[in-house]
């Protein structure tokens, strides 16, 4: 199995930013692409960005620009970096990875975007 576990969640006020950090442990040889999504309130999950075990990377098209997405596979770790954040960032950040075995969440990191 693949575990998954978030930090760098927290209160920022708009125009600041966050890392938010991604560890995955366990088969992590089983693992062939890790992202990250968000819950803002009221809305529905989505994708913020995606990264292969390549180092290919895919954002969400109206987040281009403001997120970058990166791993150190050394410390089996996947980075989002968030600049000049907005209210509207406000969300509960989830890790995912895609697994021979399937889909792997992690619980989740809010970010609370202060205006």
């Known amino acids: 199995q693949v575990q998954l576990v978030e930090s760098g969640g927290g209160l920022v006020q708009a125009g600041g930013s966050l890392r938010l950090s991604c560890e995955a442990s366990?088969?992590?040889?089983?693992?062939?692409?890790m992202g990250w999504y968000r819950h803002c309130p009221g809305k529905q999950r989505e994708l913020v960005a995606v990264i292969s075990s390549g180092g290919g990377t895919k954002y969400a098209e109206s987040l281009q620009g403001r997120f970058t997405i990166s791993r150190d596979n050394a410390k089996n770790t996947v980075y989002l970096q968030v600049n000049s954040l907005e209210p509207d960032d406000t969300a509960v950040y989830y890790c995912h990875a895609e697994t021979t075995s399937g889909e792997v969440w992690g619980p989740g990191t809010l970010v609370t975007v202060s205006s």
């Open positions: 366990g088969n992590i040889f089983k693992i062939h692409a």
